[in-house]
């Protein structure tokens, strides 16, 4: 296989790890490029074992004897490796797990697919924190949701930080795109899902109602971090649902409070 040292952290050949760092950047490139980037040794692992290609490797020596067996099954693709300042210089972040991996993007399934036999769904409204994003996908795999669905204006499941919080659990849990939204909540209702989001507003059931309802199928929608579900979205639901808090604690983290749900209605 082709494995390049590279001591110029401007050579072309590895502009797709460019300053990193960057989000508008990484936004403007990843999509129009049809890649993303999967960080650590664990998570390129994952990536390939979900049927992802992988355009180019970069990463330190100690990591391309790590996945030597990785990249051994991808003889044509090129591994790029430095030294550790190198790859500091070129990423703009120290690579401290070791490895990157610059992946082809799969084309998403639609939904239909998606929905194909589950019975317990997550969907994100949007959601912009990539942590958040990153964060409840790896509850959702915990806790054996079936599959989640992002709005058009939530961030992106592949992008770099959700990836690297998600553990890589986001090439686990199928998930795609729901689009036009919210009115494809119809589209729920008609596949036989009862469609239940959380929320902060008056005249809500509890979390622990909704569980004693014991829905045989169920998704659970968690509004943006700042204003929760829109108003659209509310007057479309089955039902409304909070979870009860103590000690004049008012509201979770949606990380927090997905990891909550799921549990509860596992």
């Given at each position: 296989?082709?494995?390049?040292r590279?001591?110029?952290?401007?050579?072309?050949?590895?502009a797709d790890y460019?300053?990193l760092?960057?989000?508008s950047?990484?936004?403007?490139?990843?999509?129009?490029?049809?890649?993303?980037?999967?960080?650590?040794?664990?998570?390129?692992?994952?990536?390939?074992?979900?049927?992802?290609?992988?355009r180019?490797?970069l990463?330190?020596?100690?990591?391309?004897?790590?996945?030597?067996?990785?990249l051994?099954?991808?003889?044509?693709?090129?591994?790029?490796?430095?030294?550790?300042?190198?790859?500091e210089?070129?990423?703009?972040?120290?690579?401290h797990?070791?490895a990157?991996?610059?992946?082809?993007?799969?084309a998403?399934?639609d939904?239909?697919?998606?929905?194909?036999?589950?019975?317990?769904?997550?969907?994100?409204?949007?959601?912009?924190?990539?942590?958040?994003?990153?964060?409840?996908?790896r509850?959702?795999?915990?806790m054996?949701?079936?599959?989640?669905?992002?709005?058009?204006?939530c961030?992106?499941p592949l992008?770099r930080?959700?990836?690297?919080?998600?553990?890589?659990?986001?090439?686990?849990?199928?998930?795609?795109?729901?689009?036009?939204?919210?009115?494809?909540?119809?589209?729920?209702?008609?596949?036989?899902?009862?469609?239940?989001?959380?929320?902060?507003?008056?005249?809500?059931?509890?979390?622990?109602?909704?569980?004693?309802?014991d829905?045989?199928?169920?998704a659970?929608v968690f509004?943006?971090?700042?204003h929760?579900?829109?108003r659209?979205?509310?007057?479309?639901?089955?039902?409304?649902?909070?979870?009860?808090?103590?000690?004049?604690?008012d509201?979770?983290?949606?990380?927090?409070?997905?990891?909550?749900?799921?549990?509860?209605?596992?």
């Amino acid at each position: 296989m082709p494995r390049v040292r590279i001591t110029d952290p401007a050579d072309d050949r590895v502009a797709d790890y460019t300053r990193l760092t960057d989000v508008s950047l990484r936004k403007r490139r990843e999509p129009e490029r049809g890649m993303y980037i999967a960080e650590s040794n664990s998570v390129v692992r994952r990536a390939v074992e979900a049927g992802h290609r992988p355009r180019s490797f970069l990463m330190n020596e100690r990591s391309a004897e790590a996945l030597d067996d990785v990249l051994s099954g991808f003889p044509d693709v090129p591994v790029y490796w430095g030294d550790d300042d190198v790859l500091e210089s070129l990423t703009g972040f120290h690579l401290h797990r070791g490895a990157l991996a610059a992946m082809q993007r799969p084309a998403l399934p639609d939904v239909a697919a998606v929905l194909a036999g589950a019975r317990r769904v997550a969907i994100l409204e949007d959601i912009v924190d990539h942590t958040n994003v990153g964060a409840l996908i790896r509850s959702a795999a915990a806790m054996g949701v079936d599959a989640v669905l992002v709005t058009p204006r939530c961030a992106d499941p592949l992008y770099r930080r959700a990836i690297r919080v998600s553990m890589g659990t986001v090439f686990q849990v199928p998930w795609t795109r729901i689009d036009p939204w919210p009115v494809s909540i119809g589209t729920l209702q008609d596949a036989g899902f009862v469609v239940a989001g959380m929320t902060l507003g008056e005249g809500a059931i509890t979390l622990d109602e909704l569980v004693v309802e014991d829905h045989e199928k169920l998704a659970l929608v968690f509004g943006s971090e700042g204003h929760g579900l829109t108003r659209a979205t509310e007057q479309r639901l089955d039902r409304r649902v909070t979870i009860p808090m103590m000690d004049g604690v008012d509201s979770l983290n949606v990380a927090a409070a997905s990891a909550v749900t799921f549990y509860a209605t596992r």
